[in-house]
């Protein structure tokens, strides 16, 4: 029986190094979950549909479940964790808290770091376009009106500063 080949990976995730020898087809959700200890990234259909996993990969938006951590091998990662600390979502999670958009709080950490890339992108305060923006990214609680009303609001605000 072939043992699965392993790979030396160096990660920076929330401006950390965090480095291991990684199987080949492990995947970058489970190497933030169970080798970086940070377990705000959510994995659930592991086929990129559901948002859960959502993560930045190099600034943009990425779906950790379908990239695999020695993909991610020399490359800056910031997670639900990182971005929380540094205070980049304080308005999006005092918005989701207010309108009761977190429900379960499955989703939310790929919400909020969705979220976060529509209002660094410049979006607007447009119910439609902030719909299409999430439609990455599955809810099964709240029917997505809180959750496009919160951002919605932080989009006004921004849009108002």
């Not at 995730?13 to 190497?31: I, K, Q, W």
């Not at 990662?77 to 304080?90: K, R, Y």
């Not at 989701?96 to 969705?114: D, E, I």
Request: hydrophobic fraction near 40%; proline fraction near 2%; charged fraction near 20%.
């Amino acid at each position: 029986m072939d043992k699965e080949p392993h790979f030396p990976v160096a990660i920076t995730v929330n401006g950390a190094l965090v480095g291991a020898e990684v199987p080949a087809r492990e995947s970058l959700a489970d190497f933030l979950r169970h080798r970086a200890g940070l377990t705000g990234t959510h994995v659930g259909c592991e086929q990129g549909i559901c948002g859960a996993c959502t993560v930045r990969f190099d600034g943009r938006i990425a779906r950790s479940c379908l990239t695999l951590a020695a993909q991610a091998h020399g490359h800056s990662v910031e997670t639900i964790e990182g971005m929380t600390d540094s205070g980049e979502l304080a308005s999006l999670q005092a918005a989701f808290l207010k309108h009761n958009a977190a429900q379960c709080g499955f989703c939310t950490p790929g919400m909020l770091v969705t979220a976060a890339e529509y209002l660094t992108g410049g979006g607007r305060a447009d119910r439609g376009s902030i719909r299409e923006f999430l439609s990455g990214n599955y809810c099964r609680c709240t029917g997505y009106h809180a959750i496009v009303d919160a951002i919605e609001e932080v989009a006004g605000s921004k849009a108002d500063a």
